[in-house]
């Protein structure tokens, strides 16, 4: 049984620079983990959320989901607003976010939500692509796909190749 996220909360109606129409909406998920009894749900307690922008047209020309999906109605789950995915946390190369004091912090981790069937070997794929197309690289040991290109980039110069 794939994870699931559903959406929680919406922003009102907002226009990027190039008047492209989105939201910021709000994931939480719903996790199972296995138990001696089978899979169960962790309790909503645990449950983590995440923000993303979610566009009427992306740049992609695709409404993303999400984006005029219903919030979800846990008394009427038929209503939708429920999704297959997970909220991922993964190490991606270093980034600066700005901090309260007007200065920068360096960090390591990125966490968004992926959307896709969590039980499927192709998740990883997905995880990766979803980062990817966030800006940033999933690394493995802090390795990073696009700095091991580099460093073999680097390599291939130096003996001529």
Request: glycine share 8%.
């Amino acid at each position: 049984m794939s994870n699931i996220v559903v959406k929680v909360a919406q922003s009102e109606l907002k226009q990027d620079k190039n008047q492209r129409n989105y939201k910021t909406i709000t994931f939480g998920e719903v996790r199972f983990v296995e138990t001696p009894f089978g899979k169960m749900v962790v309790p909503a307690s645990q449950a983590r959320t995440t923000k993303i922008n979610c566009y009427e047209n992306n740049y992609l020309n695709k409404m993303d989901i999400g984006y005029n999906d219903p919030i979800f109605n846990q008394s009427n789950p038929a209503q939708g607003g429920w999704f297959a995915g997970s909220i991922e946390t993964r190490n991606v190369g270093e980034y600066d976010i700005p901090t309260a004091d007007g200065g920068a912090r360096t960090v390591n981790t990125y966490t968004t939500v992926v959307f896709g069937d969590t039980d499927s070997v192709a998740y990883e794929s997905a995880v990766k692509s979803t980062f990817s197309s966030k800006g940033h690289n999933v690394s493995e040991n802090g390795v990073t796909d696009s700095s091991v290109a580099s460093h073999l980039e680097a390599l291939r110069a130096s003996i001529g190749g």
